[in-house]
Nanobody
Framework: QVQLVESGGGLVQAGGSLRLSCAAS????????MGWFRQAPEKEREFVAGINWRGASTAYVDSVEGRFTISRDNAKNTLYLQMNSLKPEDSDVYYC?????????????????WGQGTQITVSS
């Protein structure tokens, strides 16, 4: 059984940076595309960034393009999200997820494994 555990969340001032990590266990995910999603209270979960199985292809939601960078280390079975120039509107619970497919997906229903989430709060 695959488990995904996010870490690195917390409170940061606007303009600051955070790095999220997502450690996978139970099986290697080196052949799986992975992604980051976020969700605010009473809102739908939304796609933030995705990366294909070997890290050669990435995708981002427009609102984070140029500020966030998704990456992975397959040797460590770990996914990362480097978040720079954070804004208060980036405050959400962030989830990592994995697909069964190898290429990037943007839809929630394309992902089968999910972490429990980590809270990011950006103060103005």
């Amino acid at each position: 059984q695959v488990q995904l555990v996010e870490s690195g969340g917390g409170l940061v001032q606007a303009g600051g940076s955070l790095r999220l990590s997502c450690a996978a266990s139970g099986r290697t995910l080196s052949s799986n595309a992975m992604g980051w999603f976020r969700q605010a209270p009473e809102k739908e979960r939304e796609f933030v960034a995705g990366i294909n199985w070997r890290g050669a292809s990435t995708a981002y939601v427009d609102s984070v393009e140029g500020r966030f960078t998704i990456s992975r280390d397959n040797a460590k079975n770990t996914l990362y999200l480097q978040m720079n120039s954070l804004k208060p509107e980036d405050s959400d619970v962030y989830y990592c997820a994995a697909r069964l497919a190898t290429e990037v997906g943007r839809r929630i229903d394309e992902y089968v494994y999910w972490g429990q989430g980590t809270q990011i709060t950006v103060s103005s």
